[in-house]
């Protein structure tokens, strides 16, 4: 795992304990996942590459303060990262699209450069999320 500026790392949590094998990491532009005691596999991905972000928290989870994030990637190796029952989901999930987005804007990486030329029936280029004021308002009661 990377030792340069570490913005938040965490385990994959069995309840409430961090007993596991699995550790996830942020850095300044990188997510890295390190997998397994005797056969260990390392993952690493450009934020810049993450287009989806997603929370699963089943009831257990919810009961356990702990949910697992999907990050869909467009990456040679793995299309799908999954943070699984990390704690605080919510706070990780916006910590990462914010991440993401500065990743993005300081690599000057727009959508056509990202997605390719071809984006179906209209140029998004110009869409401005701000705007339209999408998104979801979450409240943890």
Known sequence: MNSS????????H???FPFSFTKYQL????????KGLLNTKYDEVLL????DISLKRSLAQKIFGTGTVILA???????????????KPLEVK???????EHSRSHRRVVGKEFFGNDLGEGDYSDYDEEADGGGFDFDEH
Do not use: G
């Open 73 to 87: 990637c467009r990456a040679d190796t793995e299309s799908e990262i999954r943070l699984v029952n990390i704690k």
């Open 48 to 51: 810049y590459r993450i287009v």
């Open 94 to 100: 916006t910590m990462l699209s914010d991440e993401i």
């Open 5 to 12: 500026t570490v913005k938040w790392q965490d385990r994959k």
């Open 27 to 34: 850095s300044n532009d990188r997510i890295y996942s390190q």
């Open 14 to 16: 069995f309840m409430w």
